[in-house]
């Protein structure tokens, strides 16, 4: 006969019914590993992310993020059925807020991604002071116009940042903008050149980030830009008024990685009209 711990004895030596056996049994199942597996299978087919509680999901702004981020501050990281169950409820609310507009998951949004040509190079000779005033006159001259034009910086990314807007048409202006704005800036010499990218789509929102194919697309834009180069897909491009810009296909654009990345999408490099 094995021996039994501890907890099991104490379950055993009590009569049926007693108060204390009672909380003893609920805490057992609570934090057993059954229990555990059968609420995490269960949240799988409940609607919504099935891992929301983990630091990803849980960064936004929104009311279940906020709720998960306290109740992690208050239970320990063991595994129970009762903080699935809860995060299970937790994920079903985000997901229904979602679905009623409040969210971001369904949205079509319009990526932006930027960076400065010629700036790694830069600021391997520059040093951290100069490189750290760079970034922040080129912050104060790029991001106003994204804002002002009704843009949301999601994250900045070194030299560049990441940012939606609700249609292409605002995103495509706000870059002329900060463009113009950072003509005027020049440290030691260095005056920064734009690159920038614009896809819409329809973006995974997780937290206060957005991930997926349509992001991976942006990105890759924005490497194949030149100085001072705005290139956008195609599906963005229908977006901006032909009146107001110029599109040249960019014929010999091939993407490094086609992975996830659509084969038909046509690239074209913007300017005003």
């Known amino acids: 006969m094995h021996d039994r711990t501890p907890r099991e004895r104490l379950l055993r030596s009590r009569p049926r019914g007693d108060p ?14 059954a229990g555990v597996s059968v609420a995490r299978r269960l949240r799988r087919v409940l609607p919504g992310d099935p891992a929301f509680g983990d630091p990803l999901s849980t960064a936004g702004r929104d009311g279940a993020g906020t ?21 299970g ?52 001259a790029l991001e106003p116009p ?18 939606t807007f609700l ?14 704005r950072l003509a005027d800036v020049d440290v030691e010499g260095f005056r920064p050149r734009l690159r920038a990218a614009l896809h819409t789509g329809r973006p995974k929102a997780i937290g206060d980030d957005y991930l997926g194919v349509d992001v991976n697309v942006a990105a890759r834009l924005v490497e194949r830009a030149g100085p001072d180069e705005v290139l956008v897909s195609d599906v963005a491009l229908a977006g ?34």
């Open 20 to 33: 204390v056996t009672l909380r003893e049994r609920l805490r057992a199942f609570d934090t057993g590993d």
């Open 67 to 87: 709720v998960a981020r306290v109740a992690d501050r208050v239970l320990d990281e063991q595994p129970r059925v009762s903080k699935e169950l809860g995060l």
């Open 89 to 140: 409820a937790l994920q079903v609310w985000q997901a229904l807020a979602e679905k009623a507009g409040r969210g971001r998951g369904d949205r079509e949004l319009t990526l932006v991604f930027t960076d400065l040509a010629g700036f790694s190079s830069w600021s391997l000779k520059a040093g951290d002071d100069l490189t750290l005033q760079l970034l922040r006159e080129v912050a104060q």
């Open 146 to 163: 994204l804002l002002a034009h009704r843009g949301r910086v999601v994250k900045r990314l070194g030299d560049g940042v990441m940012a």
């Open 167 to 180: 249609d292409a048409q605002a995103a495509f202006d706000a870059l002329v903008e900060a463009r113009s």
């Open 240 to 273: 901006l008024d032909p009146e107001r810009v110029v599109a040249r296909r960019k014929k010999s654009f091939v993407f490094s990685s086609p992975k996830g990345v659509p084969s038909d999408m046509v690239v074209y490099a913007v300017t005003p009209a």
